[in-house]
T-cell receptor
C-alpha cells in the first residue's frame, strides 16, 4: 500500500472556527510532512516530523498547530485562520528524513477556503 | 533562502512535439528529484538523480543531471495529452540533521491534441 490519505478533501471555515486536517500512511514511513500550496506555485514546506518528533517548523504562524499521535498519523490543527491561508494543504511521507533523501509520497490534499 | 529556478514557466506544445524543462540552482546539489503534478492533483515522484552527468530514462522521459551538479533537465519525446501537468524539480534543503525538499518554481506543460 503506497497510499497517503487525507481528510477532508474540501474544507470551508470561518476565521473564528477551529478545525483539523488529518493524514494517514501505512507504509511504515518515519518521516511525515505538511506543505501548503497556492495556485500555480510549488508546494511550500510547513512542518517535518521525524520519528514522531517535530524536527522542522518553517516559521509557520501559531494558528497552525501540527500533531503526530503515532507513526502513521499526522494532524494539522487550525484556529483563527486568515483568508490568505486559503490553499491546498498537502501531507507527504518518506522512509526517513535523517540520512538519505528519499522520495516523498503525497496525499491528495485538503482544499481549504477561509471565509 | 535557497532558490531553484525552472524554465520555462509555461509551455504549450502540439501532441507529438518534444518538450524540455530546465532546473537551475546557484549551489552545488547532492541530488535532485523530479515530480509531476496533474491539474487538480498532487505531486507524484518521478525519479531521483545523484551522480554528476547522470542520465536516466523512463519510456519517453529522459532526465539528466549536470556535470557540475547545479542543473538538471527533463525531456519528453513525442508528447501525449497524458503528459499534461506541472513538472517540479526538488532539491535537498536546509543543512541540519533533518532533510527537507525545496521545490523548483515548476513548468506547466499544456499539450494540444
Amino acid at each position: 500500500d503506497t497510499e497517503v490519505t487525507q481528510t477532508p478533501k474540501h474544507l470551508v471555515m470561518g476565521m473564528t472556527n477551529k478545525k483539523s486536517l488529518k493524514c494517514e500512511q501505512h507504509m511504515g514511513h518515519r518521516a511525515m510532512y505538511w506543505y501548503k500550496q497556492k495556485a500555480k506555485k510549488p508546494p511550500e514546506l510547513m512542518f517535518v516530523y521525524s520519528y514522531e518528533k517535530l524536527s522542522i517548523n518553517e516559521s509557520v504562524p501559531s494558528r497552525f498547530s501540527p500533531e503526530c499521535p503515532n507513526s502513521s498519523l499526522l494532524n494539522l490543527h487550525l484556529h483563527a485562520l486568515q483568508p490568505e491561508d486559503s490553499a491546498l494543504y498537502l501531507c507527504a511521507s518518506s522512509q526517513t528524513a535523517d540520512r538519505n533523501l528519499y522520495e516523498q509520497y503525497f496525499g491528495p490534499g485538503t482544499r481549504l477556503t477561509v471565509t | 533562502g535557497q532558490q531553484v529556478m525552472q524554465i520555462p514557466q509555461y509551455q504549450h506544445v502540439q501532441e507529438g512535439e518534444d518538450f524540455t524543462t530546465y532546473c537551475n540552482s546557484s549551489t552545488t546539489l547532492s541530488n535532485i528529484q523530479w515530480y509531476k503534478q496533474r491539474p487538480g492533483g498532487h505531486p507524484v515522484f518521478l525519479i531521483q538523480l545523484v551522480k554528476s552527468g547522470e542520465v536516466k530514462k523512463q519510456k519517453r522521459l529522459t532526465f539528466q543531471f549536470g556535470e557540475a551538479k547545479k542543473n538538471s533537465s527533463l525531456h519528453i519525446t513525442a508528447t501525449q495529452t497524458t503528459d499534461v501537468g506541472t513538472y517540479f524539480c526538488a532539491v535537498k534543503g536546509g543543512g541540519g540533521a533533518t532533510n527537507k525538499l525545496i521545490f523548483g518554481t515548476g513548468t506547466l506543460l499544456a499539450v494540444q491534441p
